[in-house]
């Protein structure tokens, strides 16, 4: 394995002086979150550059699965457009989410462009779907976890069956920016032991609705604690952006093991990259060899992001999938579990 250097003082030269300014910047920032981080290193192969760029990614972050770390000749115009879809979006790991473009003068000219010439603009009010229209208090980063006034929940309507229930939110219209119907139906499947949720959003605003979604899938199998039981296996080989904590977690072919009991503040977790841009590429089973039961999750849009995360209760297996829908147009996607004896 190539070795790396991890602190400012593996580096020698302008590379750790810069490496330590830069490490005392991003910490700070860290505590006070209130600004985006705009860094341009530059200058001659092995320097240091991508270290230098790590280092403060992951005191950034405070945590992996809040990096992704891409190649210049792949970040395109249609990719830095998925990415301006999600810019109201926080990190669900991190007090920060890093990007780091290697080589970015790799990148194309209209790439770079669209990229530096929309890093700092935020729509003049944000829609959520689910919640509805939400006052901006400022222009600082969205987070999750910040408080919104609600300007206007939409109406919402329930109906149930003995097998459904469909909740259905309307919000907005033809005359205003940010205006959806947004239906979600949880229902059984016949007398099978399978359970969909599907999802339409129709755009009835003046403005497009262009987001990322994942399904955040707490799983607990048969109320037993997550542990070396566990695994979850995908369609594809999995190769994760940055390597798990071995203690907790290990990943080989298609499939990731938890390789310890968790406790109380332990989480295992790891990136599930290598999807391809198929729909058929959004299909994970968690096991539990002690329950000898499974779950399948299967979806029917492409992956945009799928990672693990998992604490003492639960283990999660959380796919992205990118939502657009222009102004009379709409969109829909959906999730099927099935749930099996299994004794592998």
Known sequence: ????????????GPAAAIARRLMAKAKNLRNHPEVPVKILLYGPPGVGKT?????????????????EEFNGKLVTVEVVKQWMAGLGMSSLFGVYSVRII????????????????????????RAVIGVGLLRKASNDRYSWASKFDVVDPG???????????????????????????????????GDSSQLVIEHSLK????????TRIYDHNFLTIDGLGVGPAYTVTAAYDIHPNKAPDEKFAHVEGKTGS???????GDHASFNMEGY???????????????AQLAVNIKGDRPLVN???????????????????????????WSYTYTYTADSK
């Open 155 to 189: 109406k919402w309507t329930v109906k149930k069956t003995a097998t459904s229930v469909t909740a259905t939110q309307v919000l907005g219209g033809p005359d205003k920016d940010y205006g959806y119907v947004y239906t979600k139906t949880i229902r059984l499947v």
């Open 102 to 125: 290697n080589e970015m003068d790799r990148c194309s000219r209209d790439a770079q462009d669209l990229l530096l010439g929309y890093l700092d603009r935020l729509p003049p009010g």
């Open 1 to 12: 394995m190539a070795w790396r250097p991890t602190v400012p003082d593996d580096l020698c």
């Open 306 to 332: 799928a990672m693990v995360w998992s604490v003492r209760t639960a283990l999660c297996v959380e796919p992205f999938v990118a939502v657009e829908a222009a102004p009379g147009k709409e969109f829909t």
């Open 258 to 264: 938890v390789m310890a009991v968790l406790n109380d």
């Open 203 to 210: 755009n009835t605003g003046k403005l497009p609705l262009a």
């Open 51 to 67: 270290s230098v760029a790590d280092m403060v990614a992951a005191e950034l972050s405070g945590c992996p699965l809040s990096v």
């Open 276 to 290: 391809g841009a198929d729909a058929k590429d959004y299909d994970f089973t968690v096991r539990n060899t002690a």
